[in-house]
T-cell receptor, first 113, second 112 residues
Framework: EPEVTQTPSHQVTQMGQEVILRCVPI?????FYWYRQILGQKVEFLVS????????KSEIFDDQFSVERPDGSNFTLKIRSTKLEDSAMYFC???????????FGEGSRLTVL | DAKTTQPPSMDCAEGRAANLPCNHS???????VYWYRQIHSQGPQYIIH???NNETNEMASLIITEDRKSSTLILPHATLRDTAVYYC?????????????FGAGTRLAVHP
């Protein structure tokens, strides 16, 4: 069964460092998303991406964040200068847009020290 | 903000049916009811969705009231592996632009 894959599963970084989280969505999907979940809190929407551009972003997704689909298969989330409060689980998701069903990856845990 | 209201937690005995309620009194005519679950810290997993008719798949059944203001997710024979946080979400069907907004969900504990 096709699945969304994310790397790394866990990354530890120092405050102020740049981090890139990678995702490989399901191959025939057209819509891509990043969500995050701070420990013990809700799953929060960050950004959606379609047709090589951002279709919507939340207030959380400020200038420190960017997304890219560099090669037609990977979908990346970059955090330019990490802060302590960026520590969270980051989930990538993809969907066809037909049924509204989103497929989520297993997440990348980011720890900022 | 989430447009649904769910109890924060529920218990269920293994092998019994788990009935998880959700209120969505402000649902619009073009909005569907979606259920997802999150086992421990894994990525959310789609369970089922529906508009106004009852729906069933291999995982669960979804019962939507006639006025569409509430629904119930039914896991017919709960197992320990069904212990998870269950999210009820309303959103339009069409268009991937329509993001999922997660609330706090219901934490279901299935016990032996």
């Amino acid at each position: 069964e096709p699945e969304v894959t994310q790397t790394p599963s866990h990354q530890v970084t120092q405050m102020g460092q740049e981090v890139i989280l990678r995702c490989v969505p399901i191959s025939n999907h057209l819509y891509f998303y990043w969500y995050r979940q701070i420990l013990g809190q809700k799953v929060e929407f960050l950004v959606s991406f379609y047709n090589n551009e951002i279709s919507e972003k939340s207030e959380i997704f400020d200038d420190q964040f960017s997304v890219e689909r560099p090669d037609g298969s990977n979908f990346t989330l970059k955090i330019r200068s990490t802060k302590l409060e960026d520590s969270a689980m980051y989930f990538c998701a993809s969907g066809t847009g037909d049924t509204g069903e989103l497929f989520f990856g297993e997440g990348s845990r980011l720890t900022v020290l | 903000d989430a447009k649904t209201t769910q109890p924060p937690s529920m218990d269920c005995a293994e092998g019994r049916a788990a009935n998880l309620p959700c209120n969505h009194s402000t649902i619009s005519g073009n909005e569907y009811v979606y259920w997802y679950r999150q086992i421990h810290s894994q990525g959310p997993q789609y369970i089922i969705h529906g508009l106004k008719n009852n729906e069933t798949n291999e995982m669960a059944s979804l019962i939507i009231t006639e006025d569409r203001k509430s629904s119930t997710l039914i896991l017919p024979h709960a197992t320990l592996r069904d212990t998870a946080v269950y999210y009820c979400i309303v959103r339009p069907l069409w268009g991937g632009y329509n993001k999922l907004i997660f609330g706090a969900g219901t934490r279901l504990a299935v016990h032996p």
